[in-house]
């Protein structure tokens, strides 16, 4: 992979592909991950000598140009973050771009406005590609969350422009190399959430790369009750009963061990503080629901889990955002991030639901890797090629070295 270490950047203009599109509420950015994770890349170019260019989507204005998701707000907080001052141009392409790009120092650092409020981002025009590489020397893609985007500045101007992958790019992709293409094994994964016909092809995929697949989350419901098991009135997906005992079988057939809940936290309404009640998955009241899984399933997860040298995390076990319906989240997250810190367990974790989860566990901290991405993380569980990352490969046979 050509990466940073590939690139005399010194005076070279560098359009840097970030992904900035950070949670905002009220106008305040209520996790600044993404922005921190960005920060040694340009930081290095900025060392090296380059002018550095950042450009990124922000949310999904579809093609308008929407005051409200204008990325100067951002720009301000990364410049905030950098301890230096950026200058934001609000435009992304054009004159003023051009200007802004013109004036520019060595070492400098401009934010560009939302990529999106082009249509042609999305559609991955040529004509808004070009527009991006006529304001550069070269490409850094560092968006590893926008990777499973063909958009123009995540993939057609890595055609046009001598492209490598910056350091968060790079570190995620290391990681998840780690994780599941060349992992030590015994290799896991707990994959949870609510729906199974959403990841089915996640779990096709891990299927064929993992040793044990551990399942929670509403999704277990539906794997219990094509089992046969009466789950009450708990979420389910009752046309994908054939499907879940496929998986099973496909997974007895490759030696990959399914572990499925085997007690739950029960209630009749979802809601914070109800009553509740733990039952062996046998026994679910006919009008309760299954919110969590139960404590014997947490002690049989730890043990599995204490029996793996991988372990690849995607969706909470229960409805976590709900207290008392996180403790088996919590419980689980706290055994990971313990022999994590033994070192005898390789973690990575990854999507938007997980990350938050093990957040409100108090363990971020204490995982291998925690993704910055949500659906290219998905994605990329799903074994798909990432678009991004694609023409970050090909292009590397194709631009002259720089
Ligand atoms: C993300 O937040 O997952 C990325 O920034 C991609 O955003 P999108 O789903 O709007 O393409």
């Known amino acids: 992979f050509k990466t940073l270490d590939h690139l005399d950047a010194a005076g070279k203009k560098v359009l840097l592909r970030a992904d900035l599109n950070v949670p905002v509420r009220d106008r305040q950015i209520t996790d600044a991950t993404r922005i921190l994770r960005l920060l040694p890349t340009i930081q290095e170019l900025a060392q090296k000598g380059a002018k550095v260019i950042v450009v990124s989507h922000f949310d999904r204005p579809r093609g308008q140009r929407v005051p409200a998701l204008s990325l100067g707000p951002i720009a301000d907080a990364l410049g905030d973050a950098l301890g230096r001052p950026v200058t934001f141009v609000d435009d992304c392409i054009g004159p003023a771009a051009q200007k802004a790009v013109d004036s520019m120092q060595n070492g400098d650092v401009v934010v560009l406005e939302n990529t999106r409020f082009y249509p042609g981002e999305e559609q991955n025009d040529p004509e808004l590609a070009k527009a991006f590489a006529a304001l550069a020397d070269c490409y850094v893609n560092d968006a590893f969350s926008a990777a499973h985007r063909a958009h123009a500045s995540t993939e057609g101007v890595a055609r046009l422009l001598p492209s490598f992958a910056g ?133 049989l997860i730890c043990t599995k889990i204490a029996t793996l040298k991988t372990l690849v995390w995607n969706g909470p076990l229960g409805a976590f955002e709900i207290t008392p319906f996180d403790a088996a989240t919590n419980a689980v997250a706290r055994e990971v991030a313990r022999l994590t810190d033994a070192g005898v367990l390789k973690s990575v974790a990854g999507g938007g639901d997980t990350v938050s989860a093990l957040r409100h566990a108090g363990v971020e901290g204490h995982i291998s890797y925690i993704s910055s991405a949500g659906g290219a993380f998905l994605e990329w569980l799903e074994g798909k090629t990432l678009p991004g990352i694609m023409a970050l490969e090909n292009i590397f046979e194709r631009a002259l070295p720089i």
Not at 268 to 282: C, G, K, L, N, W
């Open 167 to 299: 350091r968060l790019m790079e570190t995620e992709l290391n990681a998840l190399n780690i994780a599941l293409e060349n992992p030590e094994r015994p290799v896991g994964a707990i994959v949870g959430g609510s729906k199974i016909s959403t990841k089915l092809d996640l779990i096709g995929n891990l299927l064929e790369k993992v040793d044990m697949l551990i399942i929670g989350g509403a999704m277990a419901n539906t794997f219990l009750a094509a089992q046969g098991v009466d789950v009450g009135r708990s979420l389910q997906e009752a046309d994908m009963h054939d499907t879940a005992r496929a998986i099973m079988t496909k997974a007895h057939d490759r030696g990959c061990e399914i572990v499925l809940p085997v007690d739950a936290v029960t209630a009749t309404d979802f809601q914070a503080d109800v009553p509740t009640r733990i039952v062996p998955v046998s026994a679910i009241p006919a009008d309760a629901m299954m919110l969590d899984v139960g404590p014997e399933t947490v002690k």
